[in-house]
Nanobody
Framework: QVQLEESGGGLAQAGRSLTLSCAASGGTFSDYFMGWFRQVPGAEREFVARIRSSSAPTMYADSVRCRFTISRDNAKNTVYLEMNRLKPEDTAVYYC????????????????????WGQGTQVTVSS
């Protein structure tokens, strides 16, 4: 059983930056590919970024590519999401998630590919 806890959310002005962290416990962190998703009220959870257990390769949603960077520190059991040039449309609750690399999952942009989820952290971007 893996527990995930996000931190680092908050309020930011458009054009500024925020970095989210997600600390994992209860499992072997390097066994999992990690993803970030976001959700606004009334909408489905949206894929943001994914990083494999060995850090490469990474994958991003078109809406955040070249602005957001996902990274991980396996020694600290932590995955990060650096968000630059924030836009009001980035406002959402951001969730980190862990999927088991040993299952050979191909489509890691789907929420159903992930087994464990954090509680989420709110990011609000003002214009």
């Amino acid at each position: 059983q893996v527990q995930l806890e996000e931190s680092g959310g908050g309020l930011a002005q458009a054009g500024r930056s925020l970095t989210l962290s997600c600390a994992a416990s209860g499992g072997t962190f390097s066994d999992y590919f990690m993803g970030w998703f976001r959700q606004v009220p009334g909408a489905e959870r949206e894929f943001v970024a994914r990083i494999r257990s060995s850090s490469a390769p990474t994958m991003y949603a078109d809406s955040v590519r070249c602005r957001f960077t996902i990274s991980r520190d396996n020694a600290k059991n932590t995955v990060y999401l650096e968000m630059n040039r924030l836009k009001p449309e980035d406002t959402a609750v951001y969730y980190c998630a862990a999927g088991d690399s040993r299952r050979g999952i191909v489509n890691t942009a789907r929420a159903t590919s992930y087994t464990y989820w954090g509680q989420g952290t709110q990011v609000t971007v003002s214009s």
